[in-house]
């Protein structure tokens, strides 16, 4: 059987996906179980993290395996030995490979030369896993259907992943972006294909207060990413884009306010929407735990 891997969210079908989430909700009622007995999971690291690397950690732990953290700097990846016989090498050892590094084509590098499972943790280009979480998260409050979620911001590797995941979970997307920071063609495109086959809708609106007009809820993350350089003239164009009380007011009533984490304070959101009671940010970054471990209980354990 071949090896199922999770690089991008429609690696899972949309009947996968619904099971993954239904599963999330069992794990975060009962947190522990042996699904992941006897078996070890590599955490390898290019970037760094908070969220990520402690709920794969404590989440294997809870499904009764090992987590193993490991920085790239520690290993010989890249500098001594190339990806794939590094993807060979931890496939003799370990029972999975969760990765986050810079280019997608590292990721799938990765994973056409491993024998075991590999996990997307970020990459440049998509965060699969945060996308998961984040329509867990939305689904606790608004389990109905015909909802909008609105991205204001730069669109990056959450906007990608965020976008076909609400198209998986049949929930409308709008990413509210301004000229210049669109998420590459073919990756907008591939969006709008999936999008059409779920029955959902998937736009670029470029007036913000527009976007967040009937939205349940408005979500944002940094507008400089890992490993991009600051770029005053980015940073200039994305300020109509922040999201503020004056957007929020725009939304529903019961919108929610969302970011992955972490969150540069006054820049892409302020202290008065994330602190607010329409705020579940710290749910979405508790969730993560709940949401990969369904994850990998069903890429590993089978359920
Ligand atoms: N949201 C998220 O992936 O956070 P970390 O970078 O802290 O893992
Ligand atoms: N877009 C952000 C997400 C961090 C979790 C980044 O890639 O840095």
């Avoid at 990520?52 to 790239?72: A, D, I, K, N």
């Avoid at 990969?292 to 069903?298: I, N, P, R, S, V």
Wanted: net charge negative; hydrophobic share 45%; aromatic share 6%.
């Amino acid at each position: 059987m071949a090896v199922k891997h999770f690089l991008t969210v429609p690696d899972l079908s949309k009947d996968e996906f619904e099971h993954v989430l239904q599963q999330a909700a069992a794990w975060k009622r009962q947190p522990y179980g042996g699904v992941l007995a006897g078996k070890t999971v590599a955490l390898v690291f290019g970037k760094p993290s908070t969220r990520t690397r402690v709920s794969f950690s404590v989440g294997v732990y809870q499904l009764g395996g090992l987590p193993l953290t490991l920085s790239e700097q520690e290993l010989q990846i890249r500098t001594s030995e190339s990806i794939e016989d590094t993807a060979r090498v931890l496939s003799r050892y370990v029972n999975a490979i969760v990765i986050r590094t810079f280019a997608k084509k590292d990721v799938e590098d990765l994973a056409a030369a491993a024998s075991v499972p590999v996990i997307n943790a970020l990459t440049d280009e998509d965060h699969p896993c945060q996308a998961l979480t984040d329509i867990f998260t939305f689904r606790e409050h608004f389990p109905d259907t015909g909802r909008k979620i609105t991205y204001l911001g730069d669109g990056n590797n959450v906007a990608a992943s965020l976008s076909e995941a609400a198209a998986l979970a049949g929930i409308d997307i709008c990413l509210a972006v301004p000229e210049g920071c669109d998420l590459p063609k073919v990756k907008m495109d591939s969006i709008a294909m999936l999008s059409e086959s779920c029955g959902t809708k998937f736009w670029v609106e470029r007036d913000p207060e527009a976007a967040a007009a009937g939205a349940s809820a408005l979500y944002t993350d940094v507008w400089i990413s890992m490993g991009q350089t600051d770029d005053s003239a980015k940073v200039e164009r994305l300020l109509p884009f922040r999201l503020d009380g004056r957007l929020l007011a725009r939304a529903l009533p019961e919108a929610l306010v969302m970011h992955c984490l972490p969150a540069h304070r006054g820049e892409e959101i302020t202290d008065e929407v994330m602190d607010g009671p329409q705020s579940v940010v710290f749910d979405q970054a508790e969730n993560r735990l709940h949401a990969q471990k369904a994850l990998m209980a069903y890429i590993l354990g089978g359920r």
